[in-house]
């Protein structure tokens, strides 16, 4: 008997339940505690910045002030700082690996990509990054002796003028890193690589201009 009343009453629950549900009064969501975990927001390029819950609420701005300061698109100019993807010159990619054999295969590439015509400014531009970059380990002269092997913590820099080096292999290290010395591909871009490159083989006594577009085609596909 007791079972019998059991399942008329879970029966009947049921039986509400459906009912509610099927019925066409248009109900309010309720609130959802931490909503980004039930409705992640995928921003994609240019598409219109809203709420990004249901329902969708098109007739109110995002409330995010540099998405409406923007139009509420949500491609935003790159934040303060950070490193941009394009260059004012076009450059070649470099289509050697972090291996061994293709580092010694950038010491081959003798002359750098960059326009000849822009040389001094691109020497300045270089130099002013070595000295934030470089010149603590490497010292301004490229003489090893910057101001982290002068205080003791750190030893065995060696001297531009004893590595046998080019301009090539400088932007090899400078993109991947070697021994102890980290990449700074993430901090430089392509165009400001060569320039901090072009700089170190200055301090060497090495010109490394290119005197025509095509020394650097020969150079790069030689090393294919």
Sequence with gaps: MKMKKGIIF???IGLAVVMSSCSGTKKDPSL???PDMYYPVAYDPYMEADFGYWPVRPEE?????IFEDHKNMTALWPADGTVPQTDEQTILPWNLKNTMN?????KDIKTSPLDPVNRANDLKRGEHLFHITCAVCHGDGGDGQGSIVKSGAYSGVPTFAEREISVGSVYHVIMYGRN????????????????????????KGIDTTAAAADNWEDAESSNQ
């Design 102 to 106: 293709d580092y010694n295969k950038s």
């Design 32 to 34: 959802v505690f931490m």
């Design 180 to 203: 102890a010395m980290g990449p700074y591909a993430a901090q430089l871009t392509q165009v400001d690589r060569w320039r901090v490159a072009e700089y170190v083989m200055k301090l």
């Design 61 to 65: 701005g995002s409330g995010v002030k």
């Design 10 to 12: 879970f029966g009947a």
